[in-house]
């Protein structure tokens, strides 16, 4: 089954404990991103690679960390993780075909930052 | 300004009837996606249809239509035949210039959808 894979689905932590959450997929898909989601805030790109070992930046970056060893990971690293990342976080991947675009997400990991 | 706007924070539509939900965005690029999402209350995020700028026609998933009117900016997410598992919050988004850059989110329209 095509599926995008998030763990934990539930943190909660301490501030300034250094954290992973972790992303894979099994699509072979060479897009994936991170975004957080607030209330009244939306969805926000945290990150995005367009394929292994190239990331950049999106619109809400600070205090994170990602990587792109293998095409089917793409890790979230919050170093030193402070109440305001307290959040629900996706992972998604993407496919482009003739007709456009396709965009799987993560099931999303709710974080708690205490 | 906001690149994407959802003017419509909450919708009701009786099942079965069609809704339309506005999107609206703001880009100086030629080459531009627009999406559309659902999210139930369980949390998880659907994508439901595409449509690049450079799409002559409208996009169809189904029962769902992007009504997209360039020279407008507006992309609204058109649901023919509502049905109660319909209700959930709908996002738009857009991706603007090349293929991987970033995705920016309106901040959705809650829609409920009743018997």
């Known amino acids: 089954e095509a599926q995008v894979t998030q763990n934990p689905r539930y943190l909660i932590t301490v501030t300034g404990k250094k954290l992973t959450v972790t992303c894979s997929q099994n699509?072979?898909?060479?897009?994936m991103s991170w975004y957080r989601q607030d209330p009244g805030l939306g969805l926000r790109q945290i990150y995005y690679s367009m394929n292994v070992e190239v990331t950049d930046k999106g619109d809400v970056p600070e205090g994170y960390k990602v990587s792109r060893k293998e095409k089917r990971n793409f890790p979230l690293i919050l170093e030193s993780p402070s109440p305001n990342q307290t959040s629900l976080y996706f992972c998604?991947?993407?496919?482009?075909?003739?007709?456009?675009?396709?965009?799987?997400f993560g099931p999303g990991t709710r974080l708690l930052v205490l | 300004a906001q690149k994407i706007t959802q003017t419509q924070p909450g919708m009701f539509v009786q099942e079965k009837e069609a809704v339309t939900l506005d999107c609206t965005y703001d880009?100086?690029?030629?080459?531009?996606?627009l999406f559309w999402y659902k999210q139930p209350s369980s949390g998880e995020m659907i994508f439901l249809i595409y449509q690049g700028s450079y799409d002559e026609q409208n996009a169809t998933e189904g029962r769902y239509s992007l009504n997209f009117q360039k020279a407008r900016k507006s992309a609204n997410l058109v649901i023919s035949a509502s049905q109660l598992g319909d209700s959930a919050m709908y996002f738009c988004a857009m991706r603007e210039g090349r293929r991987y850059s970033t995705l920016t989110f309106g901040k959705g329209t809650m829609l409920l959808v009743s018997p």
């Open positions: 998604a991947s993407s496919r482009t075909s003739g007709v456009g675009e396709t965009q799987y």
């Open positions: 880009t100086s690029d030629q080459s531009y996606g």
């Open positions: 699509m072979n898909h060479e897009y």
